[in-house]
């Protein structure tokens, strides 16, 4: 996870919560580490961890880099039903930003602004 990333997440969630989104922040850090980086950045979202089996999460999704013990830097937008109905996989050293996100909330059939 970017800490710049997040933050811009942070921001916009007033934004995602129109659309009824929940947004959900995850990697192989320890819990501990998530909890210390929240606090520290005042974030209003859950942190979650893959850390215990590494990234067991991560490779459900296709995310995780075995020979790097991380997590790719991936986006996704999972439907009511729990179905993903986008994906986006940035480059580690990119910023994917929210505009992504944003487009595949407006254009679900699932996700109309309140």
């Given at each position: 996870?970017?800490?710049?990333?997040?933050?811009?997440?942070?921001?916009?969630?007033?934004?995602?919560?129109?659309y009824?989104?929940?947004?959900?922040?995850?990697?192989?850090?320890?819990?501990?580490?998530?909890?210390?980086?929240?606090?520290?950045r005042?974030?209003?979202?859950?942190?979650?961890?893959?850390?215990?089996?590494?990234?067991?999460?991560?490779?459900?999704?296709?995310?995780?880099?075995?020979?790097?013990?991380?997590c790719?830097?991936?986006?996704?937008?999972?439907?009511?039903?729990?179905?993903?109905?986008?994906?986006?996989?940035?480059?580690?050293?990119?910023?994917?930003g929210?505009?992504?996100?944003?487009?595949?909330?407006?254009?679900s059939?699932?996700?109309?602004?309140?």
């Open positions: 996870m970017c800490g710049d990333q997040l933050n811009l997440y942070n921001q916009l969630l007033p934004t995602f919560r129109e009824g989104a929940a947004l959900l922040g995850i990697s192989v850090d320890s819990a501990w580490c998530h909890q210390a980086f929240a606090k520290d005042n974030f209003h979202f859950s942190l979650l961890t893959d850390f215990e089996p590494k990234g067991a999460v991560a490779r459900q999704y296709g995310a995780y880099e075995s020979h790097l013990g991380a790719k830097r991936a986006l996704f937008v999972i439907d009511k039903e729990g179905v993903v109905a986008w994906s986006y996989v940035s480059p580690m050293a990119i910023n994917p929210a505009d992504g996100i944003l487009d595949a909330l407006a254009n059939s699932q996700s109309t602004p309140t």
